[in-house]
């Protein structure tokens, strides 16, 4: 059993960074790929970036490319998200998700485990 734990939400103003982390519990959750996604209400949810299980391959979708930076440490079972030149349309609930894949992914059907999300909340 995996459990993800979100944190590292809250208020800021367009231009401003922002750090989510994500602790995971569960022997085996070293092997899994690691996803952040996000909903913003009325909106499915959506993808926002992987990493496979090294860290060494990750994926993200367009709107976020050179703003957010996904990370892993294994030893400490956490998954980063690094959020620079935040904007409104950022504003969502972030969820964190683990894949027994190994491999990133974008589909959130592929994900087995997730966390309650942290709200985002991005004022212009």
């Known amino acids: 059993q995996v459990q993800l734990l979100e944190s590292g939400g809250g208020l800021v103003q367009a231009g401003d960074s922002l750090r989510l982390s994500c602790a995971a519990s569960?022997?085996?959750?070293?092997?899994?790929?690691m996803g952040w996604f996000r909903q913003a209400p009325v909106k499915e949810r959506e993808f926002v970036a992987a990493?496979?299980?090294?860290?060494?391959?990750?994926d993200y979708t367009d709107s976020v490319k050179g703003r957010l930076t996904i990370s892993r440490d294994n030893a400490k079972k956490t998954v980063d998200l690094q959020m620079n030149s935040l904007n409104s349309e950022d504003t969502a609930v972030y969820y964190c998700?683990?894949?027994?894949?190994?491999?990133?992914?974008?589909?959130?059907?592929?994900?087995?485990?997730w966390g309650q999300g942290t709200q985002v909340t991005v004022s212009s």
């Open positions: 998700a683990a894949a027994r894949t190994g491999w990133g992914t974008r589909p959130p059907s592929d994900y087995d485990y």
């Open positions: 569960g022997r085996t959750v070293r092997s899994y790929a």
């Open positions: 990493i496979n299980w090294s860290g060494s391959t990750t």
